[in-house]
């Protein structure tokens, strides 16, 4: 079959085939769990190679309407639950509570956290976390490196990277749970007040590893956030690297006006 046209543009024939199984996703013909029809059957149906076939399933997988597994087929992705991850999750009020940041947003969104503790202990500290702590790539720094879920889901993983001459007098930065308020709350504790946290994000396609770890489709995108935890002093106490699961936030930040 030719391909159509839409404003003079040619439109390949994969693209109508993945648009029009979208339309169907999005209308409820296809549901969420439902199996993806097979390559034979639409090879029939819209009378096309298995290769065009091919190529407009790769696309409802980068849309992320759809999900892969290997000896079962695509299904029709449910539609996630989205957390707002809110500028206000660094509240000193939740963690005077006991509520670490990422407990507090998700227990606000209704859902229900929980934390796999992947590593504690020293290491090198790499490039990027190595320039914003203001010291030299391969010191010794602590490193936090913990797998987030919400209601059984995995979310986002983390890797928080503490100057080791910081950490060192912090006992509790080396304990699985460090306590109520989270590692912020001992930073304090310990005197190292934080008047504010600065955040770069970035959009990407997940590598393999990272879909493996969040349990993603091949080639579902990423929000990969990475954060300074800066004290009264101008210090960096803290660099989170953290990569979330793109389709389940939504970045919510409340912006002051004045200088």
């Given at each position: 079959?030719?391909?159509?046209?839409?404003?003079?543009?040619?439109?390949?024939?994969?693209?109508?085939?993945?648009?029009?199984?979208?339309?169907?996703?999005?209308?409820?013909?296809?549901?969420?769990?439902?199996?993806?029809?097979?390559?034979?059957?639409?090879?029939?149906?819209?009378?096309?190679?298995?290769?065009?076939?091919?190529?407009?399933?790769?696309?409802?997988?980068?849309?992320?309407?759809?999900?892969?597994?290997?000896?079962?087929?695509?299904?029709?992705?449910?539609?996630?639950?989205?957390?707002?991850?809110?500028?206000?999750?660094?509240?000193?009020?939740?963690?005077?509570?006991?509520?670490?940041?990422?407990?507090?947003?998700?227990?606000?969104?209704?859902?229900?956290?929980?934390?796999?503790?992947?590593?504690?202990?020293?290491?090198?500290?790499?490039?990027?976390?190595?320039?914003?702590?203001?010291?030299?790539?391969?010191?010794?720094?602590?490193?936090?490196?913990?797998?987030?879920?919400?209601?059984?889901?995995?979310?986002?993983?983390?890797?928080?990277?503490?100057?080791?001459?910081?950490?060192?007098?912090?006992?509790?930065?080396?304990?699985?749970?460090?306590?109520?308020?989270?590692?912020?709350?001992?930073?304090?504790?310990?005197?190292?007040?934080?008047?504010?946290?600065?955040?770069?994000?970035?959009?990407?396609?997940?590598?393999?590893?990272?879909?493996?770890?969040?349990?993603?489709?091949?080639?579902?995108p990423v929000l990969h956030l990475v954060r300074n935890a800066v004290t009264d002093e101008g210090r960096v106490v803290e660099v989170c690297d953290t990569l979330m699961a793109a389709d389940k936030f939504?970045?919510?930040?409340?912006?002051?006006?004045?200088?």
């Amino acid at each position: 079959m030719r391909s159509e046209t839409t404003r003079g543009v040619s439109v390949p024939r994969y693209v109508q085939i993945a648009d029009d199984l979208a339309q169907q996703i999005r209308t409820g013909i296809l549901k969420a769990g439902e199996l993806l029809p097979s390559e034979t059957d639409l090879v029939g149906r819209y009378g096309v190679s298995g290769g065009t076939v091919r190529k407009a399933v790769a696309e409802l997988r980068t849309s992320d309407l759809i999900e892969t597994h290997h000896g079962r087929g695509s299904f029709v992705k449910a539609k996630p639950p989205v957390k707002r991850k809110s500028s206000d999750r660094f509240r000193r009020s939740h963690r005077k509570a006991g509520k670490a940041a990422y407990i507090a947003e998700t227990e606000q969104a209704g859902g229900v956290p929980s934390v796999n503790v992947l590593y504690i202990g020293p290491t090198e500290a790499p490039a990027d976390a190595a320039d914003r702590l203001g010291v030299t790539v391969g010191d010794q720094v602590l490193e936090r490196r913990r797998l987030y879920f919400t209601d059984g889901v995995p979310t986002e993983v983390a890797s928080s990277y503490l100057p080791w001459d910081v950490a060192k007098d912090i006992p509790e930065l080396f304990a699985e749970n460090p306590g109520g308020g989270g590692i912020y709350a001992r930073l304090e504790e310990h005197g190292h007040i934080l008047a504010e946290y600065t955040e770069t994000v970035v959009a990407r396609l997940a590598s393999k590893q990272e879909t493996s770890l969040l349990g993603l489709s091949p080639g579902a995108p990423v929000l990969h956030l990475v954060r300074n935890a800066v004290t009264d002093e101008g210090r960096v106490v803290e660099v989170c690297d953290t990569l979330m699961a793109a389709d389940k936030f939504v970045l919510d930040y409340r912006i002051p006006a004045g200088d």
